[in-house]
């Protein structure tokens, strides 16, 4: 993985405005997310980090728990409104944008090419460069990142709003965050930078408590998520049954 100055300035970012690390949403994977309740609520473009997010880190193909969820949210927000932004895939260390293009083919969605790693503006810029090229383009405001790391997908996703204004409980959510929605899978399918994401997390329950902005129910936007579907039960055969296998 390349040196990620802009992740590694974030710490001095947050000195000035530490909200940058809240998420909207937080859930276990993209299994808990609505997409359908999302696109009911005026969200049309949507963008997903890779690695651990929809795919285990380095490889290119989605994890088949996800298969049913990733089809839905393609369908919910159509074809080409949904976009990968990867720190790896499609960035210029990517000789060629071969990892892109494969990454593309197993996923069906685009991968933007971007030069500049997450959280940087440079990479905000081409995000909303894409989206404004749209038939229908699409506003940051309606837009939904996702992603598994704070300091790099949600800080981005913050530094995309226009500001951190309250507004009266009656305002829907979409227009109370005032920007893309944020939501941090904080699930891993493999593990990885784990002491990091332990201090990112551990520096978000500070601001969290410090900023009493916790509860995804103070921007109401539970309304977008759902339980995780409960894992098929284990398949048991007779003792007779058990007693054959064993001698195969």
Known sequence: MPLNIPGILVPFHLLKNPRLIIPHVTVKDIRQIDFLALRNAGYRGAVFDKDNCLTIPYKDTLVPQLEDAWRECREAFGEGNVIIVSNSAGTKFDAGGIQAESVSYHLS????????????????????????????????????????????????????????????????????????????????????????????????????????????????????????????????????????????
């Open 109 to 248: 969605v685009p991968v933007l090419r971007h030069d500049t790693l997450k959280p940087g503006y440079s990479c905000i810029a081409s995000i909303r460069a894409y989206f404004s090229s749209l038939r229908v383009p699409i506003s940051d405001d309606e837009l939904v990142i996702v992603g598994d790391r704070i300091f790099t997908d949600v800080v981005m996703t913050n530094r995309m709003r226009s500001g951190f204004a309250s507004y009266s409980s009656d305002t829907p959510a979409r227009s109370r965050i005032g920007g893309p929605l944020a939501i941090w899978t904080e699930g891993v399918w493999q593990k990885e930078s784990m002491m990091m994401r332990w201090a990112e997390k551990r520096l978000l329950d500070v601001v969290r408590k410090w900023a009493r902005h916790g509860a995804a129910s103070s921007v109401g936007t539970n309304i977008f998520m759902r339980e995780l579907p409960s894992p098929e039960p284990r398949k048991t055969g007779s003792t007779l049954t058990k007693l054959l296998d064993m001698m195969r």
